[in-house]
């Protein structure tokens, strides 16, 4: 156990460097663990050229070590540390012009003896971003260093989108923690890679599909498989085999065409479980909440408006932990745009139970 600082910080920060991000950015310097708020969700920072910083986070968050990192960077002139440089095409120049700094991880061609190989995890290729939030940006630029960050939870439960969320998982295991309120996109960042001139979504987060499309409308987009039933031990991004983001309790995912039969054979399933003895819990969203009666109801955003449902998603699901709920229905999402990183997360935390009424 060891004491972890803590730094309340302003969203709305100036360009003067505060006393907590120096201090913050001092503790990655020599080495420690932080946790700081991005756009998507809060992420857990190591140095990256330092293999006993970074094995500081797979310590902390149990993390298994084949599972590799995204590092994050302040702006682009800092890649040519990290990468082959003459393996950067016009494609990928573009997507970092239109999406950096933003939700978008690019997965380029290593240089060899940039980082710390724990990062890769021995792969020969690194996932980079550069985030778009105000204190990360201070964070990375104070710190002058690439920083290895995956999300700041302990490995399989949901991502912090709160540092109340990362004090919960990780206090006394890290070094500090950086409280900059809620973070915006509630979805991890969209990872990609280019292959052959195509492009590969190897995991779907908070650039969409449809938004990679118009930035290169010629290039043909490959998405993740829909059920993803992970057979390969060595799928393209190595961290969609894991369990993830799961309630403690057993949950799955109804859905369907028919509204009111989805809501009819939920409140069934529900009452069921209710009779057998077990604390009940749904999850739905603003149109459908008045439908339904259990011991726990988490209205999760609105599907006229699909990101406040990313926003909303993790916390949600760490409430039904919080309340100790043993028996949750949640219902799916459409799958466009937003839709297919939100449904790719719930599969995952409903363990791929899924119910077609
Ligand atoms: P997290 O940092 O927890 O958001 O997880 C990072 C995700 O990006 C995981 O699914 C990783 O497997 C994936 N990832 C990171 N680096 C690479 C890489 N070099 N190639 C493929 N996937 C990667
Ligand atoms: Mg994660």
New binding site residues.
């Given amino acids: 156990m060891i004491v972890t600082r803590y730094w309340k910080v302003d969203q709305g920060i100036g360009t003067e460097i505060g006393m907590e991000l120096a201090e913050a950015a001092r503790l990655l310097q020599i080495g420690e663990t932080v946790a700081f708020p991005t756009e998507t969700?809060y992420?857990l920072g190591a140095d990256a050229t330092n293999t006993a910083a970074v094995e500081g986070i797979f310590t902390a968050k149990g993390r298994p070590s084949d599972?590799?990192?995204?590092v994050h960077i302040a702006d682009v002139e800092q890649l040519s540390s990290l990468i082959l440089s003459d393996c950067v095409t016009a494609d990928h120049r573009r997507l970092m012009e239109v999406f950096w700094p933003g939700p978008l991880?690019i997965?380029l061609p290593?240089k060899t003896g940039g980082i710390s190989s724990l990062v890769?995890?021995g792969?020969k290729?690194?996932?980079v971003r550069i985030p778009d939030h105000p204190v990360a940006l201070q964070l990375l630029r104070e710190a002058g260093l690439p920083i290895a960050?995956?999300?700041a939870n302990s490995s399989g439960r949901p991502?912090p989108t709160l540092a109340s969320h990362v004090k919960d998982d990780l206090n006394g295991r890290i070094g500090g923690i950086v409280d900059g309120g809620a973070t915006g996109v509630g979805v991890?960042?969209t990872?990609i890679?280019i292959a052959a001139g195509e492009l590969y979504i190897?995991?779907p987060g908070g650039i969409t599909s449809e938004q990679l499309q118009s930035a290169l409308p010629a290039v043909r987009i490959h998405e993740p498989e829909r059920e993803e039933v992970q057979d390969s031990d060595t799928p393209?991004?190595?961290?969609?085999k894991y369990t993830h983001y799961a309630p403690k309790g057993f949950m799955h995912i109804v859905q369907g065409e028919n509204t009111k039969a989805v809501a009819e054979w939920i409140q069934n399933d529900i009452n069921a479980a209710k009779i057998r003895g077990e604390s009940t819990g749904i999850l739905t969203f603003e149109e459908r909440a008045s439908r339904y009666h259990a011991d726990l109801v988490i209205v999760c955003g609105s599907l006229s408006q699909p990101e406040t449902i990313a926003q909303d998603l993790y916390a949600a699901l760490r409430q039904f932990d919080q309340r100790g709920i043993q028996y949750i229905a949640a219902e799916g999402c459409p799958e466009t745009g937003i839709g297919l990183a939100i449904m790719n997360r719930l599969r995952k935390a409903a363990g791929h139970r899924l119910v077609r009424v």
């Fill in positions: 969700v992420g599972n590799p990192l995204i991880t997965v290593v890769t995890a792969l290729t690194v996932g960050a995956p999300s991502s991890e960042s990872v890679e190897l995991r393209r991004a190595p961290g969609m």
